[in-house]
T-cell receptor
């Protein structure tokens, strides 16, 4: 059975702290995507990871992909309140989205 | 390039009625996708088109759902004989040919009473 699992599902962190969100998947896809969704809004593309070892960084967020381990990580550095949102990983080919990680950054 | 647009943004309908949603993708994107999202869940894949061809349809999609993309431009999603369980946000996305990175529209929120 195909699975795209994220953990944690809920994350509450203080401003200034670092944390990592994990995305495990069970297909052999080499393409993985990260999206952000604010409450009541649609999804915004954050990162596109197209090959093993790919690393992308934008501001306080950094995403990486290990296709051999079927694992992607989204690392948050020195969190700020504006990062509060739900983050989804998605595997191409099968168009499966993870269950999402709801992030709340506390002042 | 004004992004992916969807119409209407909100739809309230009575159970048993038919509804149709429209999606206009980014002009140079050849792939178009439909998803359904309920509260607290990730988007659930419904179907996708490459140009005018419907290439895949989720097994979860009942026969009451149909989608078209005439001439490979805009797409419509029709739900016949709506049920309360159809209440959800319906999202459309289109993707670039090179990376398949999906750009999402604002969604159509359907409420079936």
């Amino acid at each position: 059975e195909l699975k795209v699992e994220q953990n944690p599902l809920f994350l509450s962190m203080q401003e200034g702290k670092n944390y990592t969100i994990y995305c495990n998947y069970s297909t052999t896809s080499d393409r993985l995507y990260w999206y952000r969704q604010d409450p009541g809004k649609s999804l915004e593309s954050l990162f596109v990871l197209l090959s093993n070892g790919a690393v992308k960084q934008e501001g306080r967020l950094m995403a990486s992909l290990d296709t051999k381990a079927r694992l992607s990580t989204l690392h948050i550095t020195a969190a700020v309140h504006d990062l509060s949102a739900t983050y989804f990983c998605a595997v191409d080919d099968t168009f499966y989205f993870g269950t999402g990680t709801s992030l709340t950054v506390i002042p | 390039d004004t992004g992916v647009s969807q119409d209407p943004r909100h739809k309230i309908t009575k159970r048993g009625q038919n509804v149709t949603f429209r999606c206009d993708p980014i002009s140079e994107h050849n792939r178009l996708y439909w998803y359904r999202q309920t509260l607290g869940q990730g988007p659930e894949f419904l179907t996708y088109f490459q140009n005018e061809a419907q290439l895949e349809k989720s097994r979860l999609l009942s026969d009451r759902f149909s989608a078209e993309r005439p001439k490979g431009s805009f797409s419509t999603l029709e739900i016949q004989r709506t049920e309360q369980g159809d209440s959800a946000m319906y999202l459309c996305a289109s993707s670039r040919p090179e990376t398949y990175e999906q750009y999402f529209g604002p969604g159509t929120r359907l409420t079936v009473t």
